[in-house]
């Protein structure tokens, strides 16, 4: 975890796309289904904001010598 900022903005975005996709399965109406390329690249997106770095954060990561 690089930045608790983009981090929490993935995993909000991942469980927003998962508990849609869930919704729609569950919800006991067969004219709904998940979208699931959107459900994938709202994922993927998550996935890429847990890993990504914000722009207030300072640095490399590493300490000069």
Do not use: F
């Amino acid at each position: 975890m690089r930045s608790w900022k983009t981090t929490v903005a993935g995993i909000c975005m991942i469980l927003v796309a998962v508990g849609n996709a869930t919704k729609a399965l569950v919800d006991n109406d067969p004219s709904t289904v998940p979208s699931w390329e959107v459900t994938i690249t709202a994922v993927m997106a998550g996935i890429g904001l847990i890993v990504a770095k914000d722009a207030t954060v300072g640095g490399t990561g590493t300490v000069p010598p």
